[in-house]
T-cell receptor, first 113, second 113 residues
Framework: QQQVKQSPQSLIVQKGGISIINCAYENTAFDYFPWYQQFPGKGPALLIAIRPDVSEKKEGRFTISFNKSAKQFSLHIMDSQPGDSATYFCAASKTGGYNKLIFGAGTRLAVHP | DGGITQSPKYLFRKEGQNVTLSCEQNLNHDAMYWYRQDPGQGLRLIYYSQIVNDFQKGDIAEGYSVSREKKESFPLTVTSAQKNPTAFYLC????????????FGPGTRLTVL
């Protein structure tokens, strides 16, 4: 019930294309779903996050789509750029007091020029 | 300039030696965390601390130890009992009630020779 399953493991997209990464969770108590971006040799950085009271959140070229009934959420990167090449992690947690972030296994994205 | 610092960036250890990884934050965060990252895997929680002088085991605590004597500092010791310590280690912090949002340091890459 604590797992977050992320797919695909790796993704190659042409410059200007749309990158889509999917995550699924089991614990219906989760109510915070962030995406982290990590460049090689660096720590992850929060990219965008969503709570289940909305079905979509957009920040620039990055959009999270959230499907509460299916217990799935996805990251869409529009107009993908070579600078977006990184590893992306989805995560989930419960808010209120301390609650651990449960991370997906990560998706390595390569955007080719 | 607020943030999380980790040192050293690279660390080499001979088998049988204990090593300590440093993590300092000036974000005034209550909670701090240590994660281990291996290629192709997500972040796995080693230890976490919600408050000074208190810490809890995460999912892979065996072979590791921590202390939290100051709010700003959360050092991790990799002991000789850790059978496969070569990995990228990440420290993170959060306010503790931020609903999961964690801020990560730049990481320490530990290699056992």
């Amino acid at each position: 019930q604590q797992q977050v399953k992320q797919s695909p493991q790796s993704l190659i997209v042409q410059k200007g294309g749309i990158s889509i990464i999917n995550c699924a969770y089991e614990n219906t108590a989760f109510d915070y779903f962030p995406w982290y971006q990590q460049f090689p040799g660096k720590g992850p950085a929060l990219l965008i996050a969503i709570r289940p009271d909305v079905s979509e959140k957009k920040e620039g070229r990055f959009t999270i789509s959230f499907n509460k009934s299916a217990k799935q959420f996805s990251l869409h990167i529009m107009d993908s750029q070579p600078g977006d090449s990184a590893t992306y992690f989805c995560a989930a947690s419960k808010t209120g007091g301390y609650n651990k972030l449960i991370f997906g296994a990560g998706t390595r994205l390569a955007v080719h020029p | 300039d607020g943030g999380i610092t980790q040192s050293p960036k690279y660390l080499f250890r001979k088998e049988g030696q204990n090593v300590t990884l440093s993590c300092e934050q000036n974000l005034n965060h209550d909670a701090m965390y240590w994660y281990r990252q291996d290629p192709g895997q997500g972040l796995r929680l080693i230890y976490y601390s919600q408050i000074v002088n208190d810490f809890q085991k995460g999912d892979i605590a065996e072979g590791y130890s921590v202390s939290r004597e100051k709010k700003e500092s959360f050092p991790l010791t990799v002991t000789s009992a850790q059978k496969n310590p070569t990995a990228f280690y990440l420290c993170a912090s959060s306010t503790g009630t931020s609903g999961g949002r964690q801020f990560f340091g730049p990481g320490t890459r530990l290699t056992v020779l």
